[in-house]
């Protein structure tokens, strides 16, 4: 039993605890500080995916001295901690669902500010051969031939929700659709995930044309279906009212919709002609004309 | 593959400013989560080996039962207690740090326990009987039962970063994967993947290797040190 045997490990151990005394206070103030207070935002995956946040969310620092936290969820998860106040604001994309948690009163106003448009994404030789059809034809004719592997969201995501309203408006059962073979593929991730699983598997999916663009390169997968009034894809901002920081969730509500957010949403991803990924629409009727 | 794996070791050696930061956070949150759990949790086991009292042996299996807890489940528990309409909602802690703290501490407590529980049988009855006998009080003889394990302290408490640094649930589930914030290296190696950045999620897959590398090393370094003496 020397003295230097003593000296390892029980340094090692006063290390991690001198370590955690510095740690801990370390983190804490973030928390604390008054004057930088933190807002957070639940965001549906597939503005996230894109990218658009990071300059979203570097731009409203700067303006507003006010720390971002942005949590990932699909719509229906983002809604749920709006409605439970675990959030402060939510941007989703699902009008039912939105309007669902306002008839609730988890928030007072939806602000729609930007859209774009749903897309059937798939292999490039379309085997199922729906390149022509509606999106509502098209869905009735890979659950007829129920062959070729669609990737459905499966998270009740704003995505998911609508995928779902289309197999409604198809006429057919969407709960029925789930059960109907191996051709339906339910993920239960988001939308950027969902897309590289589609593509691994030669599978058609249901994705927005800004994560599809936003991955394109990466994918073996095709727009096939991109015309009809069932894939506009509206995005809106809702200030929840359990928000634990109300100012911070109407100055970002008032930053996306404002010129500076709309101006940044719009430029996003526009280098290259043809892919502008979001149209900004704050105050507009959105783009309710699906024609084009 | 290989140009991936290139991309991913460059960025390391560029300390890239994200890996990184990543990085330094995991190791932050884990360890200050195992220092947490160790001064909450060793002291309990060793008031648990030290005293006698009905259900112990059951108490002590039930611990080392629960060593396969599944993090997602901790994730889930912590979550609900957490969350604004939860007991502790008022707290405000769901997707802050300290959340992960919380519950990777929780987590990793039945490791702490138990292993603790193990180490001190190790030492053996002579020790504390000759403490005892040459007039120590019960707590002195308690303590000099710990001090002769110091060398098994170590392995204990680097088995307890291991499974802490290495889960994804609870950072998850709790933390949100808030970029700069909660943002940790399993979160991050999930996100990575999803949002198609291939080469970051290896480079941080790289660098997760290497801290459970190191760990498992120096918890092995250890053990030869307390067998030694």
Known sequence: ?292 | MRELLVEAVRRIAALDPEVMDITLRTLLLSSSATVLSCLLFGPLAATIHFTSFRGKGALIGLVQTLYSVPTVLIGLLVYLVLSRSGPLGGLGLLFTPQAIVAGQALLIAPVVMGLAITTLRGVGSGVSDTALGLGASRLQAALVVVQQARHAWATVVLMAFGRAVSEVGVAMMVGGNIRGHTRTLTTAISLGIGRGDNAEAVALGIMLLVVALAVTFLANVAGRLSRGT
């Not at chain 1, 503005?47 to 001295?65: H, I, R």
């Not at chain 1, 704003?158 to 339906?184: C, M, Q």
């Not at chain 1, 394109?216 to 928000?243: F, H, K, Q, S, W």
């Not at chain 1, 892919?275 to 024609?291: K, Q």
Request: glycine share 10%; net charge negative; charged share 20%.
């Open chain 1, 1 to 292: 039993m020397t003295r230097s045997s003593i000296a390892g490990p029980g340094r090692m151990l006063s290390a991690l605890l001198l370590l955690s005394v510095v740690v801990l206070p370390a983190h804490a103030p973030a928390q604390a500080k008054p004057e930088t207070p933190r807002v957070r935002v639940a965001t549906t995956t597939s503005l996230y995916d894109t990218g658009l946040w990071e300059v979203l969310e570097a731009a409203f620092e700067a303006g507003a001295a006010c720390d971002l936290d942005l949590i990932c969820a699909g719509t229906g998860r983002a809604l749920e901690w709006g409605a439970s106040g675990d959030v402060d604001v939510v941007v989703t994309h699902s009008p039912t669902q939105e309007a669902a948690f306002i008839a609730a009163r988890h928030g007072r106003e939806r602000v729609a500010f930007a859209y774009n448009y749903f897309l059937i994404v798939g292999p490039a030789t379309d085997p199922a051969e729906i390149g022509d059809l509606s999106p509502e034809d098209a869905f009735r004719m890979l659950s007829e031939k129920a062959t070729h592997p669609f990737v459905s969201r499966g998270d009740d995501s704003g995505t998911h929700t609508r995928e779902r309203s289309i197999w409604k408006a198809a006429g057919l059962d969407p709960v029925r659709i789930r059960d109907s073979g191996r051709w339906y593929v339910e993920a239960g991730l988001g939308m950027g995930s969902t897309l590289s699983m589609a593509a691994q598997l030669g599978a058609y999916t249901l994705t927005d044309n800004g994560t599809f663009l936003a991955y394109r390169d990466d994918l073996d997968l095709m727009p096939i279906v991109i015309r009809g009034e069932a894939l506009l894809n509206v995005y809106a901002v809702i200030v929840c009212t359990r928000a634990a920081n109300p100012e911070g969730a109407a100055a970002l509500s008032a930053f996306l919709t404002g010129d500076a957010g709309q101006d940044l949403i719009g430029a996003y991803g526009c280098e290259s002609p043809g892919s502008r990924l979001f149209t900004p629409c704050a105050g507009t009727d959105c783009g309710s004309d699906p024609t084009r």
